[in-house]
Nanobody, 121 residues
Framework: QVQLVESGGGLVQAGGSLRLSCAAS????????MGWHRQAPGAQRELVAR???????NFADSVKGRFTISRDNAKNMVYLQMNSLKPEDTAVYYC???????????????WGQGTQVTVSS
């Protein structure tokens, strides 16, 4: 089994910052890309940021310059530092990782349970 557990969400005023963390655990052989998606009420889930095992990153246009993504490969963790938050960043944020489990020869996508981020104006 593989689990992704997020932490760090909460309520913050516009202009503030939050840092999300996500830990992958279980029968992991290797972790490929890791990332964060978000889903606002009534909207589709969208990619926020992604980071490869080698450290290459990409971001949604709406968060470029405000959010950064990083990872600790030794701990199978990924982080999302969110600065200059806006009310439109309000959403449930989901951690996502592409993981190869032990004793398998393929990788699959896994999701966390989500953490609420609310930005007040």
């Amino acid at each position: 089994q593989v689990q992704l557990v997020e932490s760090g969400g909460g309520l913050v005023q516009a202009g503030g910052s939050l840092r999300l963390s996500c830990a992958a655990s279980g029968t992991i052989f290797s972790v490929n890309h890791m990332g964060w998606h978000r889903q606002a009420p009534g909207a589709q889930r969208e990619l926020v940021a992604r980071i490869t095992s080698g450290g290459d990153t990409n971001f949604a246009d709406s968060v470029k310059g405000r959010f950064t993504i990083s990872r600790d490969n030794a701990k199978n963790m990924v982080y999302l530092q969110m600065n200059s938050l806006k009310p439109e960043d309000t959403a449930v944020y989901y951690c996502n990782a592409n993981i190869r489990r032990v004793r398998t020869d393929y990788a699959g996508n896994y999701w966390g349970q989500g953490t609420q981020v609310t930005v007040s104006s």
